[in-house]
Each structure stands twice: as structure tokens, then as C-alpha cells.
């Protein structure tokens, strides 16, 4: 007899026909031999609608009462589910994130997990018990309610998988990993399997399968990890540690990113302290930085700084600009914005020279301008104007073969 926790998205639990379809592929799964943990999120749209509800109140709520509204979500979807689950002749609790043991740290509405105190867990599936565990939220010190921020249940899903050093599956609306967003590129194919420091390059990268700290968990604690269909119908993708047989391709995937701002300041005196300040007042206004360049010294022994951000940054940067301006002499800045930023991610990369000059190559070939580039050992990025990006995408994804 085996161990899996497995985890279900909103759209998988949206109403109470999928509600059964879920219950009973879990049934199946038990019927195998396994006992199962099922980690899900509130059904469909449920954690948007509450939020609408709270603007309807607010316009600025106390975070610590966002986070109590928004757990409630979940508390529904385990109750119906762990309902069916035992109407269907099969026995299945339900726990809050508080009953499962998951202690978080942080802020509210974005907290952390720090530590899974899996006992009561433990205790239900000795008993027999398909447990049914709400995602998305813990508890923190100070027994306050709080959640986890977007792909929190994924977050929860493998946490408890690595406290139980079990298996994780998440059953979401596709049928796994694809090489480039299908909704970009239609002949995108299908991984059948990746590996943890690509699937974490490309989620901070862009792709929105998965959440970056549910794989560095993955990773961590090497929780095997699925990703498929709900229906179960199809294979999905497994991510694992890297071996030689994932290096066939120097390029496994690409990814592109919206709403990119692309800001330059000029003029800044040549020192650190001046660079240390800019960013130390743009981390201030949690601004998140992105991509950062900086000239060597000119003529009149000044430099120029480059940074991308998100859009949405636009009227904190600003802020922190009219105010340098008051403290440093001569600096002006300009914004760029209708910027999206396209990255290649592979681990081939670190054995097979040349990937670079080869994505110059067609850039330079199909009159794709780009505006800034950086690198990591597995992953090139670009920032390019919007207007290019579906041919950006077209040509790099037919030549690379993605």
C-alpha cells in the first residue's frame, strides 16, 4: 500500500457534478491500494467573487480580515467534497489548513509556509480516512488565519507530500507541461517530463501551470511531481531531478511575459552609494526588479542604469524618481513601456555552446529588434516591442523545434 496527495484546482471542483467526478477518481485511486490526501481550492470562481464582495466594503480592507474571508473558500470545497466522498460508501474528513498542521510565517495574504506538523493527518489515514485538506491557508504563530497568494494549494499540495515523502499530483484544467503556452503557440508540445530547475526557471519566467514555490519545495525535498489532466484521461507531465536523458534539446521551453516597463535613468554619478540608493528606495516602494544593466562610466563620469518591472510599478517608480531627483544633481529617466519579455529556458544550455548566437541569428534574420537581454546558466531572456511578440514566438518556436 502507497501514499499520494493529490491536488485539485478550483475549475475541477467548480460545481457539484465535478465535485463527483473528483470523488470518485480519488475512490479509484484508494480502490488501487493507496491512501490518499487531497489538497483542493475554492470552487471556480468563489476567492474572486469574495474579493469583489470586500471592494463592495472597502476600498481597503485589513489584510488580516481579507485573509479570513478568503479561507473560507476552501472550507466549502473540502466540506461538499469530504460529503460525497463518504455518500459514495467511502470515509473522508475534512481539515482546515490549521487542522492539517500547516504553520506559516509572513505577511497576511502572502504568507509562507514554514513547517507542516502532519500528526492529525497521519492519525485520520491510519484510521482508514481519505482526509480532505482545504489548500491556500495556515495558521500562523500567533494563531492568525492566513494565506498563501496565488498558487497557494499548490504551495500546500507539495508540502504535505514532502512532510509525508510521498508522491504529489496536481489535476488542474490542462493536461500538463507544455514546451510554450498552447494559447500562444498552438502546436506547442507536450513535455512528458521536466526537470525541477527548468519547471522553477520557467514559472519565474512567466509560465502560469505552476507556481515557482511549490517546485522549489518539489525540489528540495525531491517530491516527485505529476502534472495533468482532471479527468485522468491523458498522461501528464512528471517533474524531476535533472538526469543526461532530459539533454536531447538544448531548448525545452519558452515563455513570454506582458505588461513588461522598461526604465532608464541617466546621468547618475559614478559610485556605488548612488546605485545602492536607487534601488535601495525602489525596494522601499516594493518595487520587484527584474532585469538590471548598467553602462561602464562615460565621459563626464556618470552611468546609465536600465531596469524592467511590472507595469503596475509604473506610479511607485515615479515616487522614488522626483525624489532621487531632489537628492542627485542632473538625473533624468525615461519609461518604455508596451514591452513583453520572451525567454528560452534549457538545460542544455550549460553543455552545448552556440544556443545564443543561434537566437541572435533569427532575431537578427526575421527584423526582431530587442531592447535589453539577459542571461542565467539555463535560460536567455529578451525584452521586445509587443507588436513583435507572436512573431517572436512563431520564429523561435519553429526553429528551436518547441
Not at 61 to 69: A, G, T, V
Not at 224 to 237: F, I
Not at 263 to 276: F, K, L, Q, R, S
Not at 309 to 333: P, Q, R
Amino acid at each position: 500500500m502507497g501514499l499520494v496527495v493529490q491536488k485539485y484546482g478550483g475549475s475541477s471542483v467548480a460545481d457539484a457534478d465535478k465535485i463527483k467526478n473528483v470523488a470518485e477518481r480519488i475512490i479509484e485511486r484508494k480502490k488501487s491500494g493507496d491512501d490518499v490526501v487531497v489538497i483542493v481550492s475554492a470552487m471556480g470562481k468563489t476567492t474572486n467573487n469574495l474579493l469583489a464582495l470586500a471592494r463592495e466594503i472597502s476600498s481597503n480592507p485589513p489584510k488580516r480580515e481579507m485573509d479570513r474571508l478568503i479561507s473560507t473558500g476552501e472550507l466549502i470545497t473540502i466540506s461538499l467534497l469530504s460529503m460525497m466522498l463518504n455518500e459514495l460508501g467511502y470515509e473522508a474528513i475534512s481539515l482546515t489548513g490549521r487542522q492539517a498542521g500547516i504553520i506559516t510565517e509572513g505577511s497576511f495574504m502572502k504568507s509562507k509556509i514554514a513547517d507542516v506538523k502532519s500528526d492529525n493527518i497521519k492519525k485520520h489515514l491510519d484510521q482508514n480516512k481519505i482526509v480532505v485538506v482545504a489548500g491556500f491557508q495556515g495558521v500562523n504563530d500567533l494563531e492568525e488565519i492566513t494565506t498563501l497568494g496565488r498558487g497557494g494549494s499548490d504551495t500546500s499540495a507539495v508540502a504535505i507530500a514532502a512532510k509525508l515523502q510521498c508522491p504529489c499530483e496536481i489535476y488542474t484544467d490542462v493536461d500538463g507541461i507544455y514546451s510554450i503556452d498552447p494559447r500562444l503557440y498552438p502546436d506547442a508540445k507536450k513535455l512528458s517530463q521536466i526537470s525541477y530547475e527548468e519547471m522553477m526557471e520557467m514559472a519565474h519566467l512567466g509560465a502560469k501551470v505552476m507556481e515557482p514555490r511549490s517546485v522549489e519545495i518539489a525540489a528540495k525535498y525531491n517530491v516527485p511531481l505529476t502534472v495533468g489532466l482532471n479527468t485522468g484521461n491523458l498522461a501528464g507531465t512528471v517533474i524531476k531531478e535533472y538526469d543526461k536523458g532530459m539533454e536531447q534539446k538544448s531548448i525545452t521551453g519558452l515563455s513570454a511575459t506582458d505588461n513588461v516597463l522598461l526604465v532608464t535613468i541617466n546621468n547618475i554619478p559614478y559610485g556605488e552609494n548612488n546605485t545602492a540608493n536607487i534601488f535601495t528606495k525602489l525596494a522601499e516602494e516594493n518595487v520587484n526588479i527584474d532585469m538590471i544593466s548598467q553602462s561602464s562610466p562615460l565621459d563626464n563620469n556618470t552611468v546609465r542604469i536600465s531596469f524592467t518591472t511590472n507595469k503596475d510599478d509604473a506610479k511607485a517608480i515615479e515616487k522614488v524618481m522626483d525624489e532621487l531627483k531632489n537628492s542627485i544633481d542632473g538625473i533624468n529617466y525615461q519609461t518604455e513601456e508596451d514591452l513583453v519579455k520572451v525567454s528560452v529556458i534549457g538545460n542544455g544550455m550549460r553543455d552545448q555552446s552556440g544556443v545564443a548566437a543561434n537566437v541572435f541569428k533569427l532575431f537578427a534574420d526575421n527584423n526582431i529588434e530587442f531592447l535589453q537581454v539577459t542571461t542565467s546558466e539555463i535560460s536567455i531572456s529578451y525584452i521586445i516591442d509587443s507588436i513583435d511578440k507572436d512573431k517572436t514566438v512563431n520564429v523561435l518556436a519553429k526553429a528551436l523545434g518547441l
